[in-house]
């Protein structure tokens, strides 16, 4: 279930390339998102809770690199940055879940960021936009 944290990350990286790099602007990107992430948490759920039949599918990449960018405009950019950068350092040669990731995102922004974090990865719908 926490698949995510790789895909969804390395997804949103390349989104982030492609914006800085002028292929599409994340203004474009974000309302594509909000067109499309029901249709997936529909079809193959939730990216933190997707369907057991359906491993490795779109809303893992996408529906999980749009929470981190719904994330990044909760904390700001700048905290952000520093989530970007610090979280692999934390982790480097190991392994970590989703938990590890919520607590540490949570400690380091000083923001229980919990409800937020699991209601984009477990919901049914999509959660509101930021």
Do not use: C
Request: cysteine-free; proline content about 3%.
């Amino acid at each position: 279930k926490d698949l995510w944290l790789n895909e969804g990350f390395a997804m949103y990286a390349q989104i982030l390339w492609e914006a800085d790099a002028g292929k599409r602007s994340l203004r474009d990107w974000r309302e594509t998102m909000a067109k499309y992430d029901q249709s997936m948490r529909d079809e193959y759920g939730p990216a933190g809770e997707y369907h057991r039949r359906d491993f490795a599918t779109s809303s893992v990449y996408w529906s999980a690199a749009f929470m981190l960018d719904q994330l990044r405009r909760k904390v700001g950019k700048e905290a952000f940055a520093e989530l970007w950068r610090e979280w692999p350092q934390q982790h480097r040669d190991g392994n970590a879940d989703r938990d590890d990731y919520i607590a540490w995102a949570s400690e380091s922004t000083g923001t229980d960021l919990r409800p937020f974090i699991t209601r984009w990865l477990t919901s049914e719908r999509t959660p509101r936009l930021l």
